[in-house]
């Protein structure tokens, strides 16, 4: 079965820094990736996926991610942060062929300071 | 409107009561999910849903039933409700193509004392 781990739980950045949150996955064969936010008291809005073809994937709010084979990985990044993306975010994974089901990873609570 | 929407959105209930959780989305998306979010522990999947008639269970099933005789509805019901079910509910759908993305309800907080 397929699974997700976000090794960060807690991040704190500076306005205007850069961002990288951290998704590994378990699974044998390439499966179909997302990254979700969610925002205090929100239900969850997707900010990318990916499925095949260049690993490098834009996605809204700024946000982009690189699929790595090698690694298991598909780590979310952001140039610049902005106050609103205080939030929490999700790495999600389906895993294709009869398993439909979406699991995702404990999630990383990105908190932003002035 | 179209959408997936959840209701209650809170809920409060009493230990060893029954409570239905309902869940209804507008797309006719094949597949539905009924996911736990607790600290910790992110988004775990109690139950899902292929069509009509058709449930799995998922990570945390025990305590929950679910049914979907129509495409669009899948409620969640609490048979006996226990502290330990105390959490945010979060209903999701998504189209039958698993290259596409879930989208979810803005959840249920419910509160067993």
């Known amino acids: 079965a397929q699974s997700v781990t976000q090794p960060d739980i807690h991040i704190t950045v500076s306005e205007g820094a850069s961002l990288e949150l951290r998704c590994n996955y378990s699974y044998g064969a390439t499966p179909y990736l997302f990254w979700y936010v969610q925002s205090p008291g929100q239900g969850l809005q997707l900010l990318l996926k990916?499925?095949?073809?260049?690993?490098l994937v834009q996605g809204i709010k700024g946000f982009e991610a690189e699929f790595k084979r090698s690694q298991s990985s598909f780590n979310l990044r952001k140039p610049s942060v902005h106050w609103s993306d205080a939030a929490e975010y999700f790495c999600a994974v389906a895993a294709g062929s009869n398993d439909y089901k979406l699991s995702f990873g404990a999630g990383t609570t990105v908190t932003v300071r002035a | 409107d179209a959408g997936i929407t959840q209701s209650p959105r809170y809920k409060i209930t009493e230990t060893g009561r029954q409570v239905t959780l309902m869940c209804h989305q507008t797309?006719?998306?094949?597949?539905m999910f009924w996911y736990r979010q607790d600290l910790g522990h992110g988004l775990r999947l109690i139950y899902y849903?292929?069509?009509?008639?058709?449930?799995d269970k998922g990570e945390v099933p025990d305590g929950y039933v679910v049914s979907r005789s129509k495409t669009e509805n899948f409620p969640l019901t609490l048979e006996s409700a226990t502290r330990s079910q105390t959490s945010v509910y979060f209903c999701?759908?998504?189209?039958?193509?698993?290259?596409?993305?879930?989208?979810f309800g803005q959840g249920t907080r419910l509160t067993v004392v």
């Open positions: 797309w006719s998306h094949s597949y």
């Open positions: 999701a759908s998504r189209g039958s193509s698993l290259n596409t993305e879930a989208f």
């Open positions: 849903s292929a069509a009509a008639d058709i449930t």
């Open positions: 990916y499925f095949s073809g260049d690993t």
